[in-house]
């Protein structure tokens, strides 16, 4: 149809529309400006739901919240049971052991205003009050007594439990008590119907760590800037932008490129494609997560696995070092049970000496002493995710293959996380493939879920003596004896071998050369940003 | 016609209604706990943290009372406390809408800005170079997944060129200029901010052509399709006879008979790209209002979906009731039927 319908240059105008429309909005790119001094970081922020320390119970916000609050105490990398000092001097137990004395340093919040004992009382009580998820970590704090403005009593309810781990928790960061009442903050008894601070706590900090929080755009980005009186020194940025960035080929892209210094979520195979590239570097940290598998002991719902050799029988036949070496490229560690590496009494030694192993033949043995020779079925049940790049999906493959080898059949149970969380909690699934975040750095309650909450919802009624060793060792007070009685309560686990623990991940960080230094850490808030340095 | 208009504004308000007690039904078959979802593991495990969580959201209501106050506070325009933001949803919707109305409203320009004028010219140069170009931009717009064209833009325009700025609706170390609409190309006007004017319409640029994609595509054979009907009828065939101008037969006698298909997909298409675009918002870290659905979707919950079912089913009775209205406007014989 060229005809003369229409003429080459009306066609060229009309197709030119069109082009122009794009052209207009090419850019001509708004490009890195004076980037120095200003820290990047890329990762996905979307759970961020509060960033009011006394209302926060989610993955993501403590790294701003270490960044903006100081707390008591805190744990030196790769140390998590031995805590040290943080706006807390010194610390010792009162003459009638009832309380723990506190001693403070002299330390200023942003505000330029001194920390004070009244300050920390405030603060302690407000997070009690609230009644949010952070007051249960406290669980163990009867009541806070001033002694003189640099001087703090905490009562504890059972004197001899550890503490400070909790202390220790950014949900635990003390805050300027006068500039977050003058925000509606309250302290009192009915604080969780009259406190109205939480508002200007998401948008603005009022604590002492080595920045200020001056913003947050939901689901876009935190803005930090510099405390010039932070008690640690001349933090190393002016400002810290915590960017939201949901997918992990964004994150490759922006931290290649240089609009980011360090992304927080990327896969191996990501990482992989990076190594040798100028200007980057792959900074690893053993977290205090792992993987597990969660056996019921109910005869009612599988009739093997209510059998201990049975569930033994699945402990020796899986290849925990393919599941390392091979799905995760080497990039994780394994502890022997419940207590990752890092805590008292879990070390990879400790993994060789008592962990389960792969031994076919013994897991055959166990199988006949469980009265099924020919092995046993059972479902297993897990969610449509990933964990440090690795889906639960292909893990499962990896366990089914596993345990075919010996005669068990395993069935695969995908579901949606909420589905899967719901049937967990409440006790009614077979097995479940699943991963444990602990909310804060409690030695003890990683072993308390176990002979609690974990055994109600495997249905399992832990021993006298093991309950008694949970017991004991949370109260020793000599490190050396108390490592002892972690390893003997992990041995008997093992036995029970309802929970096995597959891996514990090695999360991975590319960084820029843009932040020298920048040291993660697995206490929960993922990198020491008050010591990262340009 | 103003009978009209009401009988079709009562319809409309029926469908809506209708469209929220299906998704409530739906919502509240899955077997998922949204205050297990919800709480953190030591709470979950607390049968009076979860017992509390529920009468906080009355979630523990029987499900004909959760659905008659939803209805309640609907009506003083209240959509409740979101489960998994523990704010106001009238709150979130109101942060994260401007950022997909912005994208959407610029994906759908730039589809009609794309899509009509191939249309037309595929049309009247029908089996020409244009013609192919046409079938072969609607093809792959239609037929490729939109994760996977997010990604291959954003690493070859961002990524290896460097032509386009990366995720997000700023620069990192770009101040958001202050919130008036919320979007930012107007906000940015009124302030009289042009370098960031400039730095977020750079960051519309990938997103909006991804969403684009397959609108225009659509749009495009929907044009060309109307168009050949349209110039293979006997006016046509008067109007050429007459010796008119070429310009003037397909500007003026066919293009207005071709509109009525078009209008009717235009107006589809953009309540599409303004409730369509999580993949999108997810590749592009966009702050809208898809990523709030998926969010709220994965993590049950219940008030959160229920305003955004509102609010889609809203959209989308809306853009009919105004086609169906520049139907009656197009063509009269509507009205009388």
């Not at chain 2, 209240?78 to 912005?102: H, K, L, N, Q």
Request: one cysteine or more.
């Amino acid at each position: 149809m060229s005809n003369g319908w229409i003429s080459r240059r009306e066609l060229a105008l009309l197709l030119g529309a069109g082009g122009a429309a794009l052209a207009a909005g090419l850019p001509d790119r708004v490009h890195a400006q004076a980037r120095r001094n200003t820290l990047v970081l890329g990762i996905d922020i979307s759970d961020t739901i509060s960033l009011d320390p006394a209302r926060m119970a989610q993955y993501t916000p403590p790294m701003t919240l270490n960044a903006a609050y100081a707390s008591l105490v805190s744990f030196a990398v790769g140390n998590y049971y031995d805590p040290i000092p943080a706006l807390a001097e010194s610390w010792s137990r009162t003459a009638d052991g009832k309380a723990l004395r506190i001693k403070l340093r002299e330390a200023k919040f942003a505000s330029g205003n001194l920390v004070t004992a009244d300050d920390v009382k405030w603060t302690l009580d407000r997070v009690k009050h609230l009644k949010d998820q952070p007051a249960l970590y406290n669980s163990n704090i009867a009541s806070v007594a001033v002694v003189d403005p640099r001087t703090v009593d905490i009562f504890l309810i059972e004197p001899g439990e550890p503490v400070l781990g909790a202390l220790a928790s950014t949900t635990n960061g003390i805050l300027e008590r006068k500039v977050v009442e003058a925000q509606g903050g309250t302290s009192a008894v009915d604080a969780n119907t009259t406190d109205k601070a939480t508002a200007w706590l998401n948008d603005n900090s009022a604590g002492a760590g080595a920045y200020r929080l001056t913003g947050w755009q939901r689901n876009q980005q935190i803005q930090l800037v510099r405390n010039p009186h932070y008690y640690g020194g001349m933090p190393g940025f002016e400002r810290i932008l915590i960017r939201h960035m949901s997918e992990s080929a964004a994150q490759l892209l922006a931290v290649q490129r240089g609009d980011i210094d360090a992304a927080f979520n990327l896969i191996p195979e990501q990482i992989q494609t990076l190594k040798g590239q100028a200007g980057l570097r792959v900074e690893g940290l053993a977290s205090l997560d792992f993987v597990y598998l969660a056996l019921t002991t109910s005869a009612e719902l599988n009739k093997a696995l209510a059998v201990q050799e049975a569930r033994q029988a699945i402990a020796a036949a899986i290849d925990y070092n393919g599941i390392r070496d091979n799905l995760l490229g080497g990039v994780a560690t394994r502890c022997a049970h419940f207590l990752p590496i890092g805590l008292l009494g879990s070390t990879e030694k400790t993994t060789r000496d008592i962990g389960p192993q792969q031994n076919l033949d013994r897991a055959r043995m166990l199988l006949q002493k469980a009265g099924f020779p020919d092995g046993f079925e059972f479902d297993v049940s897990y969610g449509n995710a990933a964990v440090s790049g690795l889906s639960y999906a292909v893990l499962a493959q990896k366990l089914q293959s596993d345990l075919a080898r010996v005669g068990i059949r395993m069935k695969l149970n995908p579901m949606d996380q909420v589905n899967l969380r719901t049937q967990y909690t409440t006790a009614k699934s077979t097995a479940v493939l699943t991963f444990w975040n602990p909310a804060g750095v409690r030695q003890f309650s990683w072993a308390t879920a176990t002979t609690e909450r974990v055994a109600a919802r495997l249905r399992w009624t832990p021993p006298a003596d093991i309950v008694k060793l949970v017991k004991d060792a949370t109260l020793e007070q000599d490190l050396a004896k108390q490592e002892a009685m972690w390893v003997e309560y992990q041995r008997r686990m093992i036995e029970v071998s309802h929970l096995i623990v597959l891996f514990q991940p090695i999360y991975q960080t590319v960084v820029r050369d843009t932040a020298k230094t920048f040291p993660l850490t697995a206490s929960g808030y993922q990198v020491e940003l008050e010591k990262a340095r340009p | 016609m103003i009978r009209y208009v009401f009988s079709r504004l009562a319809t409309s308000i029926v469908l809506v209604l209708l469209a929220t007690l299906v998704v409530f039904l739906i919502a509240n078959t899955i077997p998922g706990d949204p205050a297990l979802a919800a709480l953190g593991d030591e709470q979950a495990s607390d049968p009076a943290a979860v017992n509390a969580f529920r009468a906080l959201y009355g979630l523990d209501k029987p499900l004909w009372e959760q659905y008659w106050r939803f209805l309640q506070r609907l009506a003083h325009g209240d959509f409740g406390r979101s489960i998994s933001s523990r704010r106001a949803v009238m709150a979130d919707i109101i942060d994260y809408a401007p950022a997909t109305i912005e994208l959407a409203t610029i994906a759908f320009l730039l589809s009609l800005l794309i899509g009509l004028p191939l249309g037309i010219i595929a049309a009247v140069r029908r089996d020409s170079w244009v013609d192919h170009l046409a079938r072969a931009v609607a093809l792959i717009g239609v037929s490729a997944p939109t994760f996977w064209l997010a990604f291959i833009m954003l690493a070859i325009f961002y990524g290896y060129l460097g032509w386009a700025p990366g995720t997000g609706r700023l620069d990192p170390i770009a101040f958001a200029p202050d919130r008036i609409t919320g979007l930012l190309l107007i906000d940015t006007i009124i302030l009289g901010d042009w370098e960031t004017f400039r730095d977020a319409a750079a960051h519309l640029v990938l997103p909006s052509i991804v969403l684009a994609s397959a609108t225009i595509g659509l749009i495009t054979r929907t044009t060309r399709a109307a168009m050949l009907e349209a110039l293979s009828q006997d006016y046509v065939r008067v109007a050429r006879a007459k010796g008119l101008l070429a310009r003037v037969v397909i500007t003026g006698h066919a293009l207005p008979n071709a509109m009525l298909p078009v209008v009717t997909l235009g107006g589809l298409a953009y309540a599409n790209l303004l409730t369509g675009a999580v993949m999108t918002e997810t590749v592009f870290s966009w702050p809208g209002l898809g990523r709030y659905t998926f969010r709220s979707a994965v993590s049950v919950d219940f008030p959160a979906i229920m305003a955004i079912t509102t609010i889609v089913a809203a959209v989308f009775v809306l853009v009919n009731f105004l086609v169906d209205m520049s139907y009656a406007m197009l063509d009269p014989r509507v009205v009388k039927k």
